[in-house]
């Protein structure tokens, strides 16, 4: 057969791009092959036989991280983590607390970002739980904010660099209005709510606070000021009143140091040595010793709890043993499957339907971080808490920094209902809200019109203004459901709605405050949820 010198040289190309195909697929599969070998790589650091723990979360505080796709976090070239587990920083605590090989723990915040007061006091309590031990705590910062020095406030000896300072401002919430920047673009925002306190509509509707959200926020706002102050004063040694003394003439301190921050904390009792990073260094080597790299021997959180879970691993048969699950709810509340840092009324009803039917399992604790979502969402989870109980198995929510609205409703389900004192909960109330653009359009020159067979027709052409028809749909929509709400409450908590509706309105509460009125059951910590689930299993 003959081959022309075109179909050969077509052949030719043919087979080296074919080579390179497979070279390049060979390099990608080679990729595939290291990226698992190094995800699986022993990457867990030995424990010296007598070293400091060291504490340094990175981000935000969490009970549960949030999800990033795979090919994100490949990408992620920092490999900074942007959130840290509060449990994790726990766990580690208390385990080195009775660990003969931890001689101290040092606290390096400078990258926390937030945690919130809540999550701050359970690592703060563990913390305690160390010091209890004997062993002395060590915090070291180039600066402090004002949450990062409320962790620091529980060390033995806080160390500040000269050039540094403590940032402390107080709580405050403040939030931009758009009415007037809605009504220049001409966008029509129609509001459905129930609770006067119901104030996340606000920003839509208003162009400054109202005097009812001003005064249930000053409320909350204020007692968990008072519980940061209280704290960090007793823990300091500071007179009653010194921490608002010190951020309310801040300015007038800092002129009379010459702008000098580090010692103006120094001499207000805020810290006890300004160290540059070597005099901190040296002061770490003294207490843990020198380590083979010149600094001071430690071992940093992540390694430890590799260790630690080395030195717990379950045995086959105590695998078998009556379990408590510990499942976490984190997030806004939508419908459907969430990934993690969400809450999925598909994904959460599918944990709590798998700890029902493991025989295994004969107690739920469910920790709860929630500002709220889909009322019908909260429902479907609610059902299958009930069914959980219904079940023979107790559940026990454990509420975090915030389980209000959603978060409540969902709580009403539970056996018992545990929060931190400085959990914000409640928020019984109900919104909805539809903008229109018939405006905005207009001014572009571009008009709705039609015809429809009912006066619901139109109900959904955001190009439209709603009807009357139509608000008074939503509306009703709207009220129906805060009054399921008040009468789920009601029941949940052996009330009335009537008594439930004082209480209500939108409203939000401090963890103390519900436990006054009969919202929760108990204030406590995870671990103390815990152990309730635990005497659960043991009655009969």
């Not at 609770?195 to 996340?200: C, E, L, N, R, S």
């Not at 909805?432 to 009912?454: C, M």
């Not at 028809?469 to 029941?491: C, R």
Request: hydrophobic fraction near 40%; charge should be negative.
């Amino acid at each position: 057969m003959k081959i022309s010198p075109l179909s050969f040289i077509i052949r030719v190309f043919k087979g080296i791009v074919a080579g390179i195909q497979g070279l390049v697929s060979a390099i990608i599969f080679l990729v595939i092959i290291c990226l698992i070998v190094v995800s699986f790589e022993d990457n867990r650091q030995s424990l010296p036989e007598k070293a400091a723990l060291t504490i340094s979360p990175n981000g935000d505080l969490v009970e549960q991280k949030t999800f990033v796709s795979p090919i994100k976090n490949f990408l992620n070239k920092s490999k900074i983590e942007n959130e840290t587990l509060i449990f994790d920083l726990i766990h580690a605590i208390d385990y080195a607390a009775t660990d003969p090989h931890i001689t101290s723990l040092v606290l390096e915040l400078d990258y926390l970002a937030s945690g919130g007061i809540s999550k701050l006091e359970e690592v703060g309590a563990a913390l305690n739980r160390f010091k209890s031990s004997g062993k002395p705590i060590i915090a070291v910062g180039d600066s402090y904010s004002q949450e990062q020095y409320y962790l620091a406030s529980y060390a033995d000896e806080i160390h500040l660099h000269p050039m540094g300072s403590v940032m402390i401002k107080g709580y405050g919430r403040y939030t931009n209005y758009l009415k007037e920047a809605l009504d220049k673009l001409r966008i029509n925002i129609n509001i459905f709510r129930v609770g006067t306190y119901k104030d996340a509509v606000e920003p839509f509707s208003r162009s400054t606070m109202s005097d009812a959200s001003k005064e249930h926020t000053s409320q909350w706002l204020n007692e968990l000021w008072q519980v940061y102050t209280t704290r960090v004063e007793g823990l300091r040694g500071l007179p009653q009143g010194s921490i608002n003394d010190y951020a309310n003439t801040l300015g007038e301190k800092l002129i009379k140091h010459q702008g000098n921050a580090a010692q103006l904390a120094l001499e207000f009792g805020l810290v006890d040595r300004l160290s540059s990073r070597g005099e901190s260094e040296a002061r770490l080597v003294l207490l843990s010793g020198l380590a083979d790299d010149g600094g001071y021997e430690h071992i940093n959180a992540s390694h430890y709890l590799g260790y630690i879970n080395e030195q717990t691993e379950v045995s086959a048969t105590s695998a078998e043993a009556d379990q408590v699950a510990l499942i976490v709810a984190k997030g806004v509340i939508s419908e459907g499957d969430q990934p993690d840092g969400a809450i999925g009324s598909e994904s959460l009803s599918d944990l709590l339907q798998r700890a029902r039917e493991d025989d295994k399992i004969k107690a739920v604790v469910l920790r709860l971080d929630s500002p709220g979502g889909s009322a019908f969402a909260s429902e479907i989870i609610r059902q299958e808490i009930i069914a959980l109980k219904n079940a023979g198995k107790p559940v026990v929510v454990s509420m975090g920094s915030v389980a209000a609205s959603g978060g409540y409703w969902i709580a009403m389900g539970a056996s018992e209902i545990w929060a931190n004192s400085t959990t914000i909960t409640g928020s019984i109330g109900v919104f909805g809200i539809v903008p229109t653009f018939e405006g905005t359009l207009k001014e572009a020159g571009v008009q709705s019109d039609g015809v429809g067979t009912t006066a619901l027709s139109d109900m959904f052409e955001l190009a439209r203004p709603m009807s009357g028809s139509a608000k008074k749909v939503f509306q009703a929509g709207v009220d129906y459901t805060y009054n399921q709400f008040l009468k789920i409450v009601a029941e949940a908590r052996n009330s009335s709605t009537k008594d439930i509706g004082l209480l209500a309105q939108g409203r939000v509460w401090t963890g103390v405050q519900a436990l006054k009125f009969g919202l929760i059951d108990q204030i406590g910590s995870l671990d103390q949820s815990l152990d309730l689930s635990l005497i659960h299993i043991s009655e009969p």
